[in-house]
Protein backbone atom coordinates (compact mmCIF):
# COMPACT_ATOMS: atom_id res chain seq x y z
CA UNK A 1 0.00 0.00 0.00
CA UNK A 2 1.13 3.49 -0.81
CA UNK A 3 -0.87 4.55 1.99
CA UNK A 4 -1.80 8.59 1.89
CA UNK A 5 0.07 10.48 -0.84
CA UNK A 6 -0.11 13.98 -1.30
CA UNK A 7 0.67 16.05 -4.58
CA UNK A 8 1.84 18.26 -4.76
CA UNK A 9 5.29 18.59 -1.84
CA UNK A 10 5.63 22.19 -2.70
CA UNK A 11 4.06 25.20 -4.18
CA UNK A 12 4.43 28.91 -4.62
CA UNK A 13 1.35 30.80 -5.47
CA UNK A 14 0.80 34.47 -6.29
CA UNK A 15 -2.27 36.43 -4.11
CA UNK A 16 -5.71 35.85 -5.57
CA UNK A 17 -4.29 32.39 -7.72
CA UNK A 18 -6.27 29.24 -6.96
CA UNK A 19 -4.75 25.55 -6.28
CA UNK A 20 -6.29 21.87 -5.38
CA UNK A 21 -3.85 20.64 -3.44
CA UNK A 22 -4.84 16.65 -4.13
CA UNK A 23 -4.50 13.82 -1.15
CA UNK A 24 -5.28 9.78 -1.75
CA UNK A 25 -5.64 7.33 0.18
CA UNK A 26 -5.42 3.10 -0.74
CA UNK A 27 -6.26 1.88 2.77
CA UNK A 28 -10.42 1.66 2.19
CA UNK A 29 -10.49 4.18 5.40
CA UNK A 30 -13.61 6.44 5.54
CA UNK A 31 -12.31 8.99 7.45
CA UNK A 32 -10.78 11.62 6.17
CA UNK A 33 -8.82 14.83 6.67
CA UNK A 34 -7.18 18.09 6.13
CA UNK A 35 -4.93 19.96 8.59
CA UNK A 36 -2.65 23.31 8.11
CA UNK A 37 0.28 23.10 10.64
CA UNK A 38 2.06 26.74 11.09
CA UNK A 39 5.19 27.36 13.28
CA UNK A 40 4.61 26.24 16.81
CA UNK A 41 0.48 26.68 16.15
CA UNK A 42 0.41 22.63 15.95
CA UNK A 43 -2.45 21.28 13.92
CA UNK A 44 -5.95 23.10 13.08
CA UNK A 45 -8.42 21.04 11.40
CA UNK A 46 -9.73 22.38 8.09
CA UNK A 47 -12.32 20.06 7.03
CA UNK A 48 -12.82 16.19 7.39
CA UNK A 49 -15.23 13.87 5.83
CA UNK A 50 -16.84 10.73 7.06
CA UNK A 51 -17.62 9.24 3.68
CA UNK A 52 -18.00 9.27 0.47
CA UNK A 53 -20.48 12.08 -0.38
CA UNK A 54 -20.25 13.57 3.33
CA UNK A 55 -17.73 17.01 4.26
CA UNK A 56 -17.77 19.08 7.28
CA UNK A 57 -15.83 21.77 9.01
CA UNK A 58 -13.67 21.95 11.18
CA UNK A 59 -11.70 24.87 12.83
CA UNK A 60 -10.56 26.94 9.96
CA UNK A 61 -12.48 26.20 7.07
CA UNK A 62 -12.76 29.77 5.57
CA UNK A 63 -10.68 30.46 2.80
CA UNK A 64 -11.05 26.82 1.74
CA UNK A 65 -13.43 24.07 -0.05
CA UNK A 66 -13.34 20.42 -0.33
CA UNK A 67 -15.11 17.82 -2.29
CA UNK A 68 -15.35 13.23 -1.81
CA UNK A 69 -16.43 12.16 -4.29
CA UNK A 70 -14.47 8.61 -3.87
CA UNK A 71 -13.60 6.73 -0.92
CA UNK A 72 -9.61 7.31 -2.49
CA UNK A 73 -9.45 10.77 -2.68
CA UNK A 74 -9.92 13.69 -0.54
CA UNK A 75 -9.06 16.93 -2.87
CA UNK A 76 -8.95 20.46 -1.10
CA UNK A 77 -9.05 23.60 -2.57
CA UNK A 78 -7.73 27.19 -2.89
CA UNK A 79 -10.00 29.72 -4.82
CA UNK A 80 -8.38 33.14 -3.89
CA UNK A 81 -4.86 32.53 -2.40
CA UNK A 82 -3.98 34.71 0.56
CA UNK A 83 -0.95 35.16 2.14
CA UNK A 84 -2.11 33.86 5.54
CA UNK A 85 -2.40 30.31 4.09
CA UNK A 86 1.10 30.18 3.48
CA UNK A 87 1.00 26.81 5.89
CA UNK A 88 1.93 23.51 5.33
CA UNK A 89 -1.21 21.01 4.64
CA UNK A 90 -1.66 17.47 5.59
CA UNK A 91 -3.97 14.93 4.25
CA UNK A 92 -4.92 12.05 6.82
CA UNK A 93 -7.20 9.39 6.64
CA UNK A 94 -8.35 6.66 9.45
CA UNK A 95 -11.04 3.84 9.54
CA UNK A 96 -13.51 4.63 12.28
CA UNK A 97 -16.33 2.93 13.76
CA UNK A 98 -18.42 4.67 16.42
CA UNK A 99 -19.25 1.70 19.07
CA UNK A 100 -16.83 -0.53 17.86
CA UNK A 101 -14.09 0.34 20.20
CA UNK A 102 -11.97 0.36 17.15
CA UNK A 103 -9.43 3.62 17.49
CA UNK A 104 -9.05 6.38 15.60
CA UNK A 105 -5.66 5.32 14.22
CA UNK A 106 -4.57 8.21 11.67
CA UNK A 107 -2.13 7.98 9.21
CA UNK A 108 -0.59 10.85 7.38
CA UNK A 109 0.82 12.31 4.16
CA UNK A 110 3.82 13.84 4.05
CA UNK A 111 2.80 17.55 3.67
CA UNK A 112 1.96 19.86 1.14
CA UNK A 113 4.35 23.37 1.51
CA UNK A 114 2.41 26.44 0.43
CA UNK A 115 3.69 29.48 0.07
CA UNK A 116 1.61 32.58 -0.95
CA UNK A 117 3.91 35.70 -2.22
CA UNK B 1 -7.56 28.20 26.38
CA UNK B 2 -6.16 25.29 24.31
CA UNK B 3 -7.82 22.32 24.66
CA UNK B 4 -4.30 20.04 24.89
CA UNK B 5 -1.22 21.84 26.32
CA UNK B 6 1.68 20.79 25.92
CA UNK B 7 5.55 22.11 27.01
CA UNK B 8 6.97 23.70 23.80
CA UNK B 9 10.45 22.10 24.42
CA UNK B 10 12.64 19.43 26.52
CA UNK B 11 16.89 18.84 25.94
CA UNK B 12 17.92 15.76 27.40
CA UNK B 13 21.20 13.91 26.56
CA UNK B 14 21.85 10.99 25.02
CA UNK B 15 20.71 7.25 26.94
CA UNK B 16 18.76 9.53 29.69
CA UNK B 17 15.15 8.98 29.65
CA UNK B 18 12.30 11.68 28.44
CA UNK B 19 9.19 12.46 29.72
CA UNK B 20 6.86 14.91 27.54
CA UNK B 21 3.67 15.84 29.32
CA UNK B 22 0.72 16.68 28.47
CA UNK B 23 -2.56 18.18 29.94
CA UNK B 24 -6.28 17.95 28.27
CA UNK B 25 -9.61 19.22 29.28
CA UNK B 26 -12.28 17.12 27.73
CA UNK B 27 -13.24 14.54 30.70
CA UNK B 28 -15.17 12.78 27.93
CA UNK B 29 -11.81 11.89 25.55
CA UNK B 30 -12.00 8.29 24.68
CA UNK B 31 -8.37 8.02 23.38
CA UNK B 32 -5.28 9.75 24.00
CA UNK B 33 -2.31 9.30 21.27
CA UNK B 34 0.80 10.38 21.01
CA UNK B 35 2.59 11.11 17.73
CA UNK B 36 5.88 11.87 16.22
CA UNK B 37 6.90 14.11 13.29
CA UNK B 38 10.27 14.12 12.31
CA UNK B 39 11.14 17.08 10.51
CA UNK B 40 10.05 17.54 6.42
CA UNK B 41 7.55 14.72 7.42
CA UNK B 42 3.47 13.68 8.24
CA UNK B 43 2.88 12.97 11.60
CA UNK B 44 3.27 9.06 12.68
CA UNK B 45 1.40 7.28 15.06
CA UNK B 46 3.42 6.05 17.68
CA UNK B 47 0.88 4.92 20.31
CA UNK B 48 -2.63 5.52 21.75
CA UNK B 49 -3.75 4.21 25.71
CA UNK B 50 -7.86 3.79 25.95
CA UNK B 51 -9.49 6.50 28.46
CA UNK B 52 -10.20 3.08 30.74
CA UNK B 53 -5.90 2.19 30.87
CA UNK B 54 -3.65 3.65 33.45
CA UNK B 55 -0.70 2.55 32.07
CA UNK B 56 0.74 0.98 28.25
CA UNK B 57 4.24 -0.22 27.69
CA UNK B 58 5.40 -1.08 24.19
CA UNK B 59 9.12 -1.53 23.94
CA UNK B 60 10.79 1.83 25.26
CA UNK B 61 8.20 3.67 25.62
CA UNK B 62 5.71 3.91 28.57
CA UNK B 63 2.33 5.80 28.64
CA UNK B 64 0.58 6.82 31.85
CA UNK B 65 -2.54 8.48 32.04
CA UNK B 66 -3.57 9.84 35.29
CA UNK B 67 -7.67 10.78 34.25
CA UNK B 68 -8.20 12.80 37.63
CA UNK B 69 -5.92 15.19 36.81
CA UNK B 70 -6.41 14.95 32.78
CA UNK B 71 -2.50 14.46 32.58
CA UNK B 72 -0.86 12.09 29.90
CA UNK B 73 3.09 11.38 29.81
CA UNK B 74 4.92 9.61 27.14
CA UNK B 75 8.05 8.23 29.04
CA UNK B 76 10.90 7.29 26.04
CA UNK B 77 13.63 5.09 28.02
CA UNK B 78 17.10 5.00 26.85
CA UNK B 79 16.34 8.04 24.68
CA UNK B 80 18.68 8.14 21.11
CA UNK B 81 19.67 10.90 18.82
CA UNK B 82 16.83 9.31 16.26
CA UNK B 83 14.43 10.24 18.97
CA UNK B 84 14.81 14.07 18.45
CA UNK B 85 11.54 14.69 16.73
CA UNK B 86 8.51 17.17 17.31
CA UNK B 87 6.05 14.63 19.42
CA UNK B 88 2.25 15.55 19.79
CA UNK B 89 -0.26 14.43 22.12
CA UNK B 90 -3.95 14.05 20.61
CA UNK B 91 -7.02 13.50 22.31
CA UNK B 92 -10.46 12.48 20.65
CA UNK B 93 -14.10 12.00 21.79
CA UNK B 94 -17.14 10.96 19.91
CA UNK B 95 -19.20 14.48 18.88
CA UNK B 96 -22.12 14.36 16.94
CA UNK B 97 -20.94 11.03 15.41
CA UNK B 98 -17.89 11.43 14.43
CA UNK B 99 -14.53 11.02 16.66
CA UNK B 100 -12.26 13.74 15.69
CA UNK B 101 -8.75 14.66 17.34
CA UNK B 102 -7.96 17.52 19.17
CA UNK B 103 -4.06 17.83 18.72
CA UNK B 104 -1.46 19.57 20.71
CA UNK B 105 0.70 22.34 19.61
CA UNK B 106 3.97 19.58 20.10
CA UNK B 107 6.80 19.37 22.29
CA UNK B 108 10.14 19.63 20.56
CA UNK B 109 12.25 16.65 22.10
CA UNK B 110 16.46 17.95 21.52
CA UNK B 111 18.77 14.75 22.32
CA UNK B 112 22.29 15.86 22.58
CA UNK B 113 25.12 13.79 23.22
Known amino acids: NAGVTQTPKFRILKIGQSMTLQCAQDMNHNYMYWYRQDPGMGLKLIYYSVGAGITDKGEVPNGYNVSRSTTEDFPLRLELAAPSQTSVYFCASSYSVLGSGVGETQYFGPGTRLLVL | GEDVEQSLFLSVREGDSSVINCTYTDSSSTYLYWYKQEPGAGLQLLTY?????DMKQDQRLTVLLNKKDKHLSLRIADTQTGDSAIYFC?????????????FGRGTSLIVHP
Open chain 2, 90 to 102: AESMASGGSYIPT
Open chain 2, 49 to 53: IFSNM
